[in-house]
Structure formats: C-alpha cells, structure tokens
C-alpha cells in the first residue's frame, strides 16, 4: 500500500475528519481499496457504549469516500445518491477499527462503492454500499470555508 498523493492534504484541516478521528494508512491500486483506521470517540456512543448507528455510517462513508478519491488521484470526489448498511456488531468505544473502502465500478455519471468496518482483530463490525456521482473534489478554498 502506498500513501503517495492519494490523502489530500488539507483533509486533516476538515471539521468531519477530526470529528471520526481519521487516519488514512494506505491505498491499493489493484484492489481499488482505501484502508483508514479510526479510534472511536466516547462522544460517537450511545449510552449502550456503542457507536450510534447513523455515525457508523460517517465511517463507512469516509473510507468509501476516501477509495474514489484515491483512485482519480485526488482530482474528485463522490457525491452520494444512497447509502446502505448491515450494523452486524456493536462498536465499543474507545475501538480502534480499521476501515476498508473499495471502489466497484467509477464511470463518468456514477460510482458503485463498498466499505467494511473491523476491528483490529478482524472482527466485523457493519459492512455498506454506496451510490454516487462524480464530482471535482471540493476543497477549502472553492467551496469558501477556507
């Protein structure tokens, strides 16, 4: 895996990476798979001590995301249609998960994405599919938040 150009690098700066805590590790071109590890936040949980089931959703969406971005070499970024997910498991907090996005297929008008979430372990925690359109990749400065 390589991280060479593929995680932008005003991505740090964006107020929803610091929110999940993302951290991209690598980028697989044969595979089109992004890795990205996240340590879940006690603020992410519920009083079940698991993540809540819509912010496992920003997880999977990042690293879905982050695969798109990778693979058009951080020229642009999906914008999603739909997202759906299987919560298999509940995440605790305080987990270090690992979180794999793959891109299916990317054509000029949509993007077919897939994302998983494990522990370190290999243990699974929800898996997802997402639907997209191909967008440039908004940054800082041309969408005026910079």
């Known amino acids: 895996m390589s991280e060479a150009g593929y995680f932008p690098e005003d991505a740090g700066q964006s107020p929803h990476t610091a929110l999940l805590g993302s951290e991209f590790v690598g980028w697989d071109e044969a595979s089109q798979t992004a890795t990205m590890r996240f340590t879940v936040k006690r603020e992410m949980t ?25 693979s058009t070499g951080g020229e642009a970024a999906p914008l999603n249609l739909d ?53 440039p990749r908004p940054t800082p400065s041309n969408t005026g938040m910079a």
Request: avoid cysteine; aromatic fraction near 8%.
């Open 46 to 70: 519920t009083w079940r001590g698991g993540v809540q089931g819509g912010l496992v959703a920003g997880y999977l969406d990042d690293v879905m995301g982050y695969a798109y971005v990778a």
């Open 83 to 135: 997202i759906s997910m299987s919560l298999i498991r509940l995440i605790p907090a305080g987990a270090v998960i690992i979180g794999k996005g793959r891109v299916v297929k990317a054509g000029r008008r949509v993007v077919f994405l897939e994302g998983e979430l494990l522990g370190e372990d290999g243990t699974l925690y929800a898996r997802s599919t997402s639907t997209a359109i191909p967008t």
